[in-house]
């Protein structure tokens, strides 16, 4: 199975930028579609954005116009560029296979993402 590692998370201001990335161990573009998900304390882990081979995208409502997702099959490695994070953005940030098949059925340890003055 492909291994995800997570990393780029921190701590930051509200207002402030960070950019995640999601290194695999075997071919990003033999998942397909994969996403970025986040769960906070308390919550349920929720999908924040998607891309396809063909570089198309998807953002829930919530962080469209401030993250960006990218990737690059090449290194097979997939990024998300968070800006005007407030501390709504608070979680852990996970990537996984998204599209109609849904996650795999295993997870990554995830990068935690903080916002707080």
């Known amino acids: 199975q492909v291994q995800l590692v997570e990393s780029g998370g921190g701590l930051v201001q509200p207002g402030g930028s960070l950019t995640l990335s999601c290194a695999a161990s075997?071919?990003?573009?033999?998942?397909?579609?994969m996403g970025w998900y986040r769960q906070a304390p308390g919550k349920s882990r929720e999908r924040v954005a998607s891309?396809?081979?063909?570089?198309?995208?998807g953002y829930r409502d919530s962080v469209r116009g401030r993250f960006t997702i990218s990737r690059d099959n090449a290194k097979n490695t997939m990024y998300l560029q968070m800006n005007n994070l407030n501390p709504e953005d608070t979680a852990v940030y996970y990537c996984?296979?998204?599209?109609?098949?849904?996650?795999?059925?295993?997870w990554g340890q995830g990068t935690q993402v903080t916002v707080s003055s």
């Open positions: 075997g071919s990003i573009f033999s998942i397909g579609t």
């Open positions: 996984n296979r998204a599209g109609l098949l849904g996650p795999f059925n295993y």
């Open positions: 891309i396809n081979n063909s570089g198309t995208t």
